[in-house]
């Protein structure tokens, strides 16, 4: 079977169909399953996550491909197993997406962004309630444990949020975060309280209410997490690149050095904006 490049996703599922193929294909495909890839299928959306940041759409146009590739592997698998194919993976989406727009494949009325979302939540809700038999047994099912942590505690506030379990405006969280760090401080303050689980408990609310500002602020605390990784790292680059210009390291440099230099990396920044 020749693998010759081709444009048509059916000479993918040919190739996928070849290397989990028992006696000819590949030993390392071939002892997969949906447990063993779903990792791989996780660190490839957060690749492709990473080209968007990046600004990089010629690495894009790779993940993506690596991205497709973990569809066509998890139903691959599916249809060994005769529970369905990549054709009912594509028609279920297609019918998913007609459902979910009813403003565009259906009586037409005019909707915002807002009022788009909040129409995908209603149908979505309907849906599975009609797939249990009824309605969820909790408000708040559907939020999967495998999402980050930050993600999942987004989705949580805005599905308790919608039965107008919330607080007002962004102002009143701000209060709660320092009810919070208030209450951390405390933790720390208490004897054996490093990795204690009282001490992590207490972070985590911290954590929980700083993704609930976030989202009163429309703000993605995942990305926003992104972006202030990559700005340590950028600014830990250039304490690195200065001390080299020594002939030193981080390790040979003191704490006061190493903050002047990151001032001078955050001042440069501010200048380039």
Known sequence: M??????DVARLIEIMAALRTPGSGCPWDLEQDFRSIAPYTIEEAYEVAD???????????????????????HARMAQEQEHFAFKDVVDAICDKLIRRHPHVFGDSRSLDADGVSAQ?????????????GGP???LLDGAPLALPALTRALKLQQKAS??????????QVLDKIREETEEVAAELSSPG??????????????????????????????????????????????????????????????LDEMEALWVEA????????
């Open 2 to 7: 020749s693998a010759r490049p081709n444009s």
């Open 162 to 171: 919608a039965v107008g379990f919330d607080w007002d405006d962004a102002r």
């Open 266 to 273: 955050k001042k440069a920044e501010r200048k380039k904006r």
């Open 136 to 138: 969820p047994a909790s």
């Open 193 to 254: 309280a490093q990795a204690s689980p009282a001490l992590e408990e207490e972070i985590g609310d911290l954590l929980f209410v700083v993704a609930n500002l976030a989202r009163h602020a429309r703000v993605d605390p995942e990305q926003a997490l992104r972006g202030a990784n990559a700005k340590f790292e950028r600014r830990f680059h250039h304490i690195e690149q200065r001390l080299a210009e020594t002939g030193r390291t981080p390790e040979a440099a003191s």
């Open 51 to 73: 080209a968007i940041e990046r600004d990089d759409l010629a690495d894009l146009k790779d993940e993506l491909g690596d991205l497709l590739l973990q569809v066509v592997f």
């Open 120 to 132: 995908w939540s209603e149908i979505k809700a309907r849906e599975k309630a009609a797939k249990q």
